[in-house]
Protein backbone atom coordinates (compact mmCIF):
# COMPACT_ATOMS: atom_id res chain seq x y z
CA UNK A 1 0.00 0.00 0.00
CA UNK A 2 0.89 3.68 -0.69
CA UNK A 3 2.97 4.98 2.21
CA UNK A 4 1.52 8.35 2.12
CA UNK A 5 -1.56 6.75 2.41
CA UNK A 6 -0.47 4.85 5.63
CA UNK A 7 1.16 8.24 7.03
CA UNK A 8 -2.12 10.54 6.57
CA UNK A 9 -4.14 7.44 8.67
CA UNK A 10 -2.18 6.00 10.81
CA UNK A 11 -2.13 9.20 13.39
CA UNK A 12 -6.30 8.96 13.74
CA UNK A 13 -5.35 4.46 14.01
CA UNK A 14 -2.91 5.38 16.94
CA UNK A 15 -5.58 8.15 18.13
CA UNK A 16 -8.85 5.67 17.99
CA UNK A 17 -6.57 2.81 19.66
CA UNK A 18 -5.43 4.66 21.93
CA UNK A 19 -8.82 6.08 22.61
CA UNK A 20 -9.95 2.84 23.40
CA UNK A 21 -7.92 1.95 26.66
CA UNK A 22 -4.70 3.01 27.43
CA UNK A 23 -1.61 1.03 25.92
CA UNK A 24 1.69 0.89 26.36
CA UNK A 25 4.16 1.34 23.28
CA UNK A 26 4.64 -2.46 22.17
CA UNK A 27 0.88 -3.33 22.81
CA UNK A 28 0.13 -0.02 20.01
CA UNK A 29 2.47 -1.06 17.59
CA UNK A 30 0.75 -4.56 18.00
CA UNK A 31 -2.85 -3.17 17.41
CA UNK A 32 -2.06 -0.77 14.75
CA UNK A 33 -0.38 -3.28 12.37
CA UNK A 34 -2.97 -5.54 12.85
CA UNK A 35 -4.59 -2.85 10.82
CA UNK A 36 -2.58 -1.22 9.02
CA UNK A 37 1.06 -2.89 7.15
CA UNK A 38 3.51 -0.35 8.82
CA UNK A 39 7.39 -0.52 9.55
CA UNK A 40 6.98 -1.42 13.08
CA UNK A 41 9.86 1.08 14.06
CA UNK A 42 8.00 3.73 12.06
CA UNK A 43 5.34 3.87 15.22
CA UNK A 44 7.23 5.08 17.80
CA UNK A 45 8.07 8.29 16.69
CA UNK A 46 4.51 9.25 15.49
CA UNK A 47 3.91 8.61 19.55
CA UNK A 48 6.97 10.65 20.30
CA UNK A 49 5.37 13.36 17.84
CA UNK A 50 1.85 13.25 19.52
CA UNK A 51 3.16 13.52 22.96
CA UNK A 52 5.10 16.66 22.43
CA UNK A 53 1.80 17.96 20.75
CA UNK A 54 0.19 17.28 23.86
CA UNK A 55 -2.28 15.03 22.79
CA UNK A 56 -1.10 11.95 24.67
CA UNK A 57 0.39 11.97 28.37
CA UNK A 58 2.58 9.03 29.48
CA UNK A 59 2.47 7.44 33.14
CA UNK A 60 4.59 4.49 34.23
CA UNK A 61 3.06 1.16 35.36
CA UNK A 62 4.96 -1.94 36.68
CA UNK A 63 4.33 -5.20 34.67
CA UNK A 64 4.71 -9.21 35.56
CA UNK A 65 6.92 -9.86 33.10
CA UNK A 66 9.19 -7.09 32.76
CA UNK A 67 10.54 -3.59 33.79
CA UNK A 68 7.73 -1.15 33.96
CA UNK A 69 5.49 0.08 31.02
CA UNK A 70 5.30 3.27 29.69
CA UNK A 71 1.54 3.63 28.89
CA UNK A 72 -0.58 6.05 26.47
CA UNK A 73 -2.96 8.07 27.52
CA UNK A 74 -5.29 10.27 25.74
CA UNK A 75 -6.02 14.29 26.76
CA UNK A 76 -8.35 16.66 26.30
CA UNK A 77 -7.14 18.10 23.17
CA UNK A 78 -5.85 14.29 21.86
CA UNK A 79 -9.49 13.68 22.22
CA UNK A 80 -10.54 17.41 19.95
CA UNK A 81 -7.55 15.87 17.53
CA UNK A 82 -9.15 12.77 17.03
CA UNK A 83 -12.59 13.79 17.05
CA UNK A 84 -11.37 16.44 13.71
CA UNK A 85 -9.16 13.71 12.54
CA UNK A 86 -12.13 11.15 12.21
CA UNK A 87 -14.52 14.00 10.93
CA UNK A 88 -11.77 15.22 7.86
CA UNK A 89 -11.57 11.20 7.02
CA UNK A 90 -14.88 10.46 7.17
CA UNK A 91 -15.90 13.40 4.58
CA UNK A 92 -12.47 12.57 2.55
CA UNK A 93 -13.84 8.98 2.33
CA UNK A 94 -16.80 9.65 1.33
CA UNK A 95 -15.50 12.23 -1.34
CA UNK A 96 -13.52 9.79 -2.90
CA UNK A 97 -15.96 7.04 -3.31
CA UNK A 98 -18.67 9.52 -4.55
CA UNK A 99 -16.08 10.44 -6.93
CA UNK A 100 -14.93 6.58 -7.57
CA UNK A 101 -18.77 5.48 -8.13
CA UNK A 102 -19.21 8.57 -10.78
CA UNK A 103 -16.33 7.54 -12.71
CA UNK A 104 -17.16 3.95 -13.10
CA UNK A 105 -20.53 5.36 -14.34
CA UNK A 106 -19.03 7.41 -16.90
CA UNK A 107 -17.14 4.13 -18.15
CA UNK B 1 22.60 -6.04 9.98
CA UNK B 2 22.84 -5.03 13.34
CA UNK B 3 22.57 -5.97 16.91
CA UNK B 4 20.86 -4.51 19.98
CA UNK B 5 23.96 -3.17 21.21
CA UNK B 6 25.14 -1.44 17.83
CA UNK B 7 21.39 -0.09 17.20
CA UNK B 8 21.52 1.41 20.43
CA UNK B 9 25.06 3.32 19.86
CA UNK B 10 23.65 4.53 16.37
CA UNK B 11 20.40 5.69 17.84
CA UNK B 12 22.13 7.50 20.83
CA UNK B 13 25.27 9.05 18.03
CA UNK B 14 21.95 10.26 15.50
CA UNK B 15 20.07 11.69 18.18
CA UNK B 16 22.89 13.28 20.06
CA UNK B 17 20.92 16.84 20.15
CA UNK B 18 18.15 15.45 21.47
CA UNK B 19 18.17 15.89 25.10
CA UNK B 20 19.25 13.23 27.44
CA UNK B 21 16.13 12.18 29.22
CA UNK B 22 13.95 12.94 26.32
CA UNK B 23 16.24 10.26 23.91
CA UNK B 24 16.77 7.89 26.55
CA UNK B 25 13.18 8.43 26.92
CA UNK B 26 12.38 7.20 22.73
CA UNK B 27 15.59 4.65 22.37
CA UNK B 28 13.68 2.84 25.62
CA UNK B 29 10.17 2.11 23.79
CA UNK B 30 12.44 0.48 21.01
CA UNK B 31 14.56 -1.64 23.51
CA UNK B 32 11.44 -2.71 25.22
CA UNK B 33 10.40 -3.58 21.54
CA UNK B 34 12.92 -5.47 21.00
CA UNK B 35 12.93 -7.36 23.88
CA UNK B 36 9.37 -8.29 23.69
CA UNK B 37 10.12 -9.41 19.85
CA UNK B 38 12.76 -11.37 21.62
CA UNK B 39 10.81 -13.26 23.60
CA UNK B 40 8.37 -14.09 21.45
CA UNK B 41 11.51 -15.98 19.53
CA UNK B 42 12.85 -13.33 16.54
CA UNK B 43 16.52 -12.69 16.84
CA UNK B 44 17.85 -9.03 17.72
CA UNK B 45 18.78 -8.76 14.17
CA UNK B 46 15.51 -9.65 12.85
CA UNK B 47 13.62 -6.98 15.04
CA UNK B 48 15.84 -4.22 13.65
CA UNK B 49 15.30 -4.97 10.34
CA UNK B 50 11.84 -5.26 10.26
CA UNK B 51 12.09 -1.45 11.93
CA UNK B 52 12.75 -0.85 8.30
CA UNK B 53 15.09 2.21 7.13
CA UNK B 54 16.73 3.75 10.64
CA UNK B 55 17.57 6.93 9.08
CA UNK B 56 14.71 7.25 8.01
CA UNK B 57 13.12 6.06 11.67
CA UNK B 58 15.92 8.97 13.11
CA UNK B 59 13.93 11.28 10.27
CA UNK B 60 10.68 11.42 11.79
CA UNK B 61 11.84 11.31 15.49
CA UNK B 62 13.61 14.65 14.98
CA UNK B 63 10.49 15.80 12.78
CA UNK B 64 8.92 15.07 16.19
CA UNK B 65 11.06 17.68 17.91
CA UNK B 66 10.72 20.46 15.23
CA UNK B 67 14.45 19.25 14.13
CA UNK B 68 15.99 20.17 11.35
CA UNK B 69 17.61 16.56 10.26
CA UNK B 70 20.22 18.47 7.88
CA UNK B 71 21.14 20.16 11.03
CA UNK B 72 21.35 17.70 13.31
CA UNK B 73 24.17 15.58 11.20
CA UNK B 74 26.95 17.76 12.25
CA UNK B 75 26.56 17.10 15.74
CA UNK B 76 28.74 14.69 17.42
CA UNK B 77 29.01 13.41 20.60
CA UNK B 78 29.88 14.60 24.60
CA UNK B 79 31.51 17.73 25.01
CA UNK B 80 31.12 18.69 21.30
CA UNK B 81 27.19 18.47 21.59
CA UNK B 82 27.09 20.67 24.71
CA UNK B 83 29.22 23.34 22.79
CA UNK B 84 26.82 22.88 19.85
CA UNK B 85 24.11 23.13 22.22
CA UNK B 86 25.05 26.40 23.13
CA UNK B 87 26.13 27.66 20.04
CA UNK B 88 22.38 26.62 18.93
CA UNK B 89 20.67 28.73 21.58
CA UNK B 90 23.15 31.61 20.47
CA UNK B 91 22.63 31.09 16.70
CA UNK B 92 18.43 31.22 17.47
CA UNK B 93 18.35 33.81 19.59
CA UNK B 94 20.51 36.13 16.98
CA UNK B 95 18.88 34.64 14.19
CA UNK B 96 15.19 35.23 15.71
CA UNK B 97 16.25 38.80 16.47
CA UNK B 98 17.23 39.36 13.39
CA UNK B 99 14.49 38.02 11.83
CA UNK B 100 12.41 40.68 13.58
CA UNK B 101 14.64 43.60 12.96
CA UNK B 102 14.50 42.97 9.19
CA UNK B 103 10.86 41.81 9.20
CA UNK B 104 9.83 45.10 10.60
CA UNK B 105 9.22 48.06 8.27
CA UNK B 106 11.65 50.65 7.61
CA UNK B 107 9.56 53.50 8.97
CA UNK B 108 9.77 51.86 12.79
CA UNK B 109 13.61 50.82 12.34
CA UNK B 110 14.93 53.91 12.03
CA UNK B 111 12.75 55.18 14.68
CA UNK B 112 13.87 52.61 16.97
CA UNK B 113 17.26 52.90 16.37
CA UNK B 114 17.21 56.49 16.79
CA UNK B 115 15.64 56.26 19.83
CA UNK B 116 18.47 53.51 21.39
CA UNK B 117 20.99 55.74 19.91
CA UNK B 118 19.16 58.84 22.72
CA UNK B 119 19.22 56.71 25.03
CA UNK B 120 22.80 55.32 24.83
CA UNK B 121 23.74 58.94 24.55
CA UNK B 122 21.82 59.66 27.81
CA UNK B 123 23.39 57.16 29.71
CA UNK B 124 26.89 57.85 28.18
CA UNK B 125 26.41 61.49 29.84
CA UNK B 126 25.42 60.06 33.06
CA UNK B 127 29.08 58.58 33.27
CA UNK B 128 30.36 62.24 33.96
CA UNK B 129 28.62 62.42 37.43
CA UNK B 130 29.50 58.85 38.48
CA UNK B 131 33.02 59.43 37.05
CA UNK B 132 33.57 62.80 38.89
CA UNK B 133 32.17 60.74 42.48
CA UNK B 134 34.29 58.07 41.65
CA UNK B 135 37.24 60.39 41.41
CA UNK B 136 36.66 62.32 44.86
CA UNK B 137 35.92 58.97 46.10
CA UNK B 138 39.31 57.44 45.71
CA UNK B 139 41.54 60.97 46.53
CA UNK B 140 39.37 61.03 49.94
CA UNK B 141 40.32 57.18 50.48
CA UNK B 142 43.93 57.78 49.41
CA UNK B 143 44.43 61.05 51.65
CA UNK B 144 42.59 59.18 54.86
CA UNK B 145 44.36 56.09 54.27
CA UNK B 146 47.64 57.13 53.45
CA UNK B 147 49.26 55.64 49.43
CA UNK B 148 49.81 52.05 50.91
CA UNK B 149 46.12 50.86 51.78
CA UNK B 150 44.83 53.69 50.24
CA UNK B 151 44.76 52.73 46.98
CA UNK B 152 43.43 49.30 47.13
CA UNK B 153 40.27 51.13 49.14
CA UNK B 154 40.18 53.52 45.87
CA UNK B 155 40.73 50.43 43.73
CA UNK B 156 37.53 48.60 45.24
CA UNK B 157 36.08 52.12 45.80
CA UNK B 158 36.16 52.25 41.51
CA UNK B 159 35.15 48.71 40.96
CA UNK B 160 32.09 49.29 42.98
CA UNK B 161 31.51 52.88 40.94
CA UNK B 162 32.00 50.08 37.91
CA UNK B 163 29.52 47.62 38.95
CA UNK B 164 26.84 50.47 40.02
CA UNK B 165 27.15 52.04 36.99
CA UNK B 166 26.69 49.00 34.73
CA UNK B 167 23.71 47.56 36.72
CA UNK B 168 22.26 51.29 36.03
CA UNK B 169 23.31 51.26 32.88
CA UNK B 170 21.25 47.37 31.95
CA UNK B 171 18.31 48.58 34.22
CA UNK B 172 17.81 51.94 32.53
CA UNK B 173 18.20 50.66 28.96
CA UNK B 174 15.31 48.01 29.81
CA UNK B 175 13.69 50.21 30.82
CA UNK B 176 13.42 52.82 28.55
CA UNK B 177 13.33 50.02 25.37
CA UNK B 178 10.16 48.35 27.04
CA UNK B 179 8.14 51.67 27.82
CA UNK B 180 9.75 53.06 24.38
CA UNK B 181 8.29 50.11 22.65
CA UNK B 182 4.95 50.01 24.30
CA UNK B 183 4.39 53.61 23.45
CA UNK B 184 5.70 52.74 20.05
CA UNK B 185 3.11 50.21 19.90
CA UNK B 186 -0.16 52.42 20.60
CA UNK B 187 1.26 54.89 18.48
CA UNK B 188 1.09 52.99 15.14
CA UNK B 189 -1.65 50.51 15.51
CA UNK B 190 -1.02 49.00 11.86
CA UNK B 191 0.10 45.74 12.26
CA UNK B 192 3.26 44.80 10.51
CA UNK B 193 1.61 42.19 8.57
CA UNK B 194 -0.58 45.06 6.32
CA UNK B 195 2.40 46.58 5.56
CA UNK B 196 3.37 43.46 3.88
CA UNK B 197 0.45 42.59 2.23
CA UNK B 198 0.45 45.96 0.91
CA UNK B 199 4.18 45.86 -0.93
CA UNK B 200 3.83 42.72 -2.31
CA UNK B 201 1.90 41.89 -5.70
CA UNK B 202 3.55 38.61 -6.42
CA UNK B 203 1.15 35.59 -6.25
CA UNK B 204 4.62 33.41 -4.83
CA UNK B 205 4.88 35.68 -2.10
CA UNK B 206 1.17 36.17 -1.07
CA UNK B 207 1.71 32.70 -1.06
CA UNK B 208 4.52 33.23 1.55
CA UNK B 209 2.21 35.52 3.74
CA UNK B 210 -0.66 33.31 3.50
CA UNK B 211 1.94 30.70 5.30
CA UNK B 212 3.23 33.15 8.12
CA UNK B 213 -0.10 34.35 8.95
CA UNK B 214 -1.01 30.54 9.33
CA UNK B 215 1.63 29.95 11.21
CA UNK B 216 0.65 33.04 13.40
CA UNK B 217 -3.00 31.89 14.05
CA UNK B 218 -1.32 27.83 14.70
CA UNK B 219 0.60 29.45 16.79
CA UNK B 220 -2.25 31.48 18.78
CA UNK B 221 -4.31 28.57 18.63
CA UNK B 222 -1.88 26.33 20.38
CA UNK B 223 -1.24 28.41 22.74
CA UNK B 224 -4.97 29.09 23.41
CA UNK B 225 -5.54 25.59 23.28
CA UNK B 226 -2.60 25.11 26.07
CA UNK B 227 -4.07 27.41 28.45
CA UNK B 228 -5.59 24.45 30.61
CA UNK B 229 -3.11 22.27 30.71
CA UNK B 230 -0.47 22.12 33.30
CA UNK B 231 2.20 24.55 33.99
CA UNK B 232 5.66 22.83 32.85
CA UNK B 233 3.78 21.54 30.29
CA UNK B 234 2.47 25.10 29.31
CA UNK B 235 6.25 26.19 29.29
CA UNK B 236 7.49 23.65 26.91
CA UNK B 237 4.65 24.04 24.76
CA UNK B 238 5.11 28.03 24.77
CA UNK B 239 8.97 27.20 23.65
CA UNK B 240 7.91 24.83 20.88
CA UNK B 241 5.41 27.52 19.53
CA UNK B 242 7.56 30.37 19.41
CA UNK B 243 10.31 28.34 17.92
CA UNK B 244 7.02 27.15 15.07
CA UNK B 245 6.69 30.62 15.04
CA UNK B 246 10.28 31.69 14.35
CA UNK B 247 10.50 29.28 11.83
CA UNK B 248 7.24 30.38 10.14
CA UNK B 249 8.02 34.00 10.16
CA UNK B 250 11.76 33.55 9.00
CA UNK B 251 10.53 31.42 6.00
CA UNK B 252 8.11 34.54 5.11
CA UNK B 253 11.01 37.24 5.49
CA UNK B 254 13.32 34.51 3.38
CA UNK B 255 10.66 35.08 0.65
CA UNK B 256 9.87 38.30 1.42
CA UNK B 257 13.68 39.38 0.79
CA UNK B 258 14.27 37.66 -2.27
CA UNK B 259 10.63 39.25 -3.89
CA UNK B 260 11.37 42.96 -2.45
CA UNK B 261 15.04 44.30 -2.37
CA UNK B 262 14.46 47.55 -1.64
CA UNK B 263 17.90 49.30 -1.28
CA UNK B 264 17.38 50.97 1.80
CA UNK B 265 15.80 48.02 3.14
CA UNK B 266 19.26 46.02 2.94
CA UNK B 267 20.75 49.35 4.43
CA UNK B 268 18.24 48.76 7.53
CA UNK B 269 18.98 44.93 7.61
CA UNK B 270 23.25 45.81 7.96
CA UNK B 271 22.50 48.26 10.47
CA UNK B 272 20.34 45.80 12.29
CA UNK B 273 23.46 43.84 11.83
CA UNK B 274 25.79 46.19 12.50
CA UNK B 275 23.84 46.56 16.13
CA UNK B 276 23.93 43.22 17.10
CA UNK B 277 27.80 43.08 16.70
CA UNK B 278 28.91 44.15 20.03
CA UNK B 279 26.80 41.74 21.52
CA UNK B 280 28.18 38.59 19.25
CA UNK B 281 31.47 39.71 19.69
CA UNK B 282 31.37 39.61 23.17
CA UNK B 283 29.68 36.11 23.25
CA UNK B 284 32.78 34.62 20.95
CA UNK B 285 35.33 36.19 22.89
CA UNK B 286 33.75 34.62 26.20
CA UNK B 287 33.52 31.38 24.17
CA UNK B 288 36.80 31.19 23.07
CA UNK B 289 37.76 32.38 27.17
CA UNK B 290 36.16 29.63 28.19
CA UNK B 291 37.65 26.98 25.56
CA UNK B 292 41.35 28.39 27.42
CA UNK B 293 39.99 28.07 30.40
CA UNK B 294 38.96 24.52 30.48
CA UNK B 295 42.59 23.65 28.12
CA UNK B 296 44.10 25.75 31.66
CA UNK B 297 41.80 23.13 33.56
CA UNK B 298 43.19 20.36 32.18
CA UNK B 299 46.56 21.60 32.53
CA UNK B 300 46.09 21.58 35.95
CA UNK B 301 45.84 25.09 37.00
CA UNK B 302 42.49 25.66 39.15
CA UNK B 303 40.74 28.86 37.29
CA UNK B 304 37.13 27.27 38.90
CA UNK B 305 36.49 30.76 39.87
CA UNK B 306 37.07 32.40 36.74
CA UNK B 307 35.49 29.70 34.82
CA UNK B 308 32.00 30.54 36.66
CA UNK B 309 32.48 34.02 35.86
CA UNK B 310 32.86 33.10 32.09
CA UNK B 311 29.62 31.17 32.00
CA UNK B 312 27.93 33.84 33.81
CA UNK B 313 28.58 36.11 31.48
CA UNK B 314 28.34 33.93 28.54
CA UNK B 315 24.37 33.33 30.35
CA UNK B 316 24.35 36.99 31.18
CA UNK B 317 25.08 37.79 27.37
CA UNK B 318 22.65 35.53 26.01
CA UNK B 319 20.09 36.62 28.15
CA UNK B 320 20.23 40.27 27.08
CA UNK B 321 19.78 38.98 23.51
CA UNK B 322 17.32 37.11 23.99
CA UNK B 323 15.49 39.98 26.27
CA UNK B 324 15.62 42.53 23.04
CA UNK B 325 14.43 39.36 21.09
CA UNK B 326 11.46 38.88 23.13
CA UNK B 327 10.79 43.32 23.70
CA UNK B 328 10.93 42.98 19.62
CA UNK B 329 8.99 39.47 19.54
CA UNK B 330 6.45 41.54 21.36
CA UNK B 331 6.11 44.22 18.93
CA UNK B 332 6.04 42.05 15.66
CA UNK B 333 3.12 39.59 16.35
Same mark, same amino acid.
Given at each position: ???Q?KK?????IV?LS????????Y??VNE?????????G?I???L???T?E?????Y?EE??E??PR?YY?LT??G??Q????????T??H???N???????N?E | ???K?Q??????QH????????R? +??I $?????????????????????????? !?D??I?E???A?NI???????????? +??KV??VL +?V???G??????????M +??D??????F???VV?L??A???????I?????A?L????F??? !???T???????????L????????? !???T????????????T??MDD?K??FN?????E???R???G??Q?????ASD? $????DS??E???K?????????????H???N?HP?L???CM????F?????F??????????L?WL???????????G??FL???AI??C?????L !??????K?G?
Amino acid at each position: MNTQFKKGVLELIVLLSVNKKDMYGYELVNEVSKVVNVNEGTIYPLLKRLTNEHYFETYLEESKEGPPRKYYRLTESGRKQKKLLLAEWTTFHEQVNAFIKESENDE | MMNKEQFIAYMNQHLAVIKEDERK +DII $DEYINHIDEKVSEGMSEEEVIESFGN !IDEMIKEILDAYNIDPQQAKSTASGF +DKKVNEVL +DVLFEGFQSFLSKITSM +DVDSIVRLMFEVLVVLLVLAILRIPFEIMESIGASLLKSLFGYG !IGSTFAWIWHLICSILYIVMFIVAL !INVTSRRWTHFKRKQNTPIMDDVKESFNFEQAKEAVRRFTEGASQTAQEEASDT $DSSDDSDEEQAEKTTKQGHRYSYEAKHDYENHHPSLLRICMQIFGFLFMIPFIMTIVVLCCLLAWLIAMSFQGVTVIGFYFLVIGAIIGCSAVISL !IDRYLCKGGH
